[in-house]
């Protein structure tokens, strides 16, 4: 029963914002890296954004940096992702995990657990 579940998503227009959330379910977040990875078809995932154990510590993708947020409420056991000035190449299904380290290329799978099913984006333009 240790999974992630992931919401927020949905169709928006370029320039719109969702706010993504991520909660984890048999396990807490305390003292872990949650990562968010999001994934369009036929290719391999992209690191999008990584929030070490340590809240001080963010991590972005150049493609996301001054668009996207990511923070956490350990207390609620979630990650969330606010994603700002969207724009149609962001179109992908967002998933998160926890993450050994916060490295976000190479996607490093082995390095990655408690994968959510995901939940999709879809910026129109």
């Known amino acids: 029963q240790l999974q992630f579940v992931e919401s927020g998503g949905g169709l928006v227009q370029s320039g719109g914002s969702l706010r993504l959330s991520c909660t984890a379910s048999g396990f807490t977040l305390d003292r872990r890296n949650i990562g968010w990875f999001r994934q369009v078809p036929g290719k391999d995932h992209e690191g999008v954004s990584c929030?070490?154990?340590?809240?001080?510590?963010?991590y972005y993708a150049d493609s996301v940096k001054g668009r996207f947020t990511i923070s956490r409420d350990n207390a609620k056991n979630t990650v969330y992702l606010q994603m700002n000035s969207l724009k149609p190449e962001d179109t992908a299904v967002y998933h998160c995990?926890?993450?050994?380290?916060?490295?976000?290329?190479?996607?490093?799978?082995?390095?990655?657990?408690?994968w959510g099913k995901g939940t999709p984006v879809t910026v129109s333009s």
């Open positions: 995990a926890v993450a050994r380290l916060c490295v976000l290329s190479p996607v490093d799978y082995n390095a990655l657990d408690y």
């Open positions: 929030i070490g154990s340590s809240e001080t510590n963010t």
